[in-house]
């Protein structure tokens, strides 16, 4: 089960930090991510980590985002930094199994969470 929390309104330039609960999910075995779907659009991956600490990153949040596991926590955490309008969508934690780990392939993360929305203006 994956729950995310975090999400809020903020005024641009401004700060966010989201949060996954994951129960039941070990981190070493898989990838988890985060991605956004904003009203009208289709859901786009924002960030992924793999079970051997790398990252990939949408081009669109390179340099003001960053993803990191909590491994004490058990939690899937993103840092968001000078936020734009543009970010503002629901944000959804993810999970997978091995395999490809990158941000372009929502499609194949068999696990998601409820959404926390950020809203930025």
């Known amino acids: 089960q994956l729950v995310e929390s975090g999400g809020g309104s903020v005024q641009a330039g401004g700060s966010l930090r989201l949060s996954c609960a994951a129960s039941g999910y070990t981190y070493s075995s898989g990838c988890m991510g985060w991605f956004r779907q904003a009203p009208g659009k289709e859901r786009e991956g924002v960030a992924t980590i793999d079970s051997y600490g790398v990252t990939n990153y949408a081009d669109s949040v390179k340099g003001r985002f960053t993803i990191s596991q909590d491994n004490a926590r058990n939690t899937l955490d993103l840092e968001m930094r000078s936020l734009k309008p543009e970010d503002t969508a629901m944000y959804y934690c993810?999970?997978?199994?091995?395999?490809?780990?990158?941000?372009?392939?929502?499609?194949?993360?068999?696990?998601w969470g409820q959404g926390t929305q950020v809203t930025v203006s």
């Open positions: 993810a999970a997978k199994g091995g395999g490809y780990c990158g941000t372009d392939s929502p499609e194949i993360f068999a696990s």
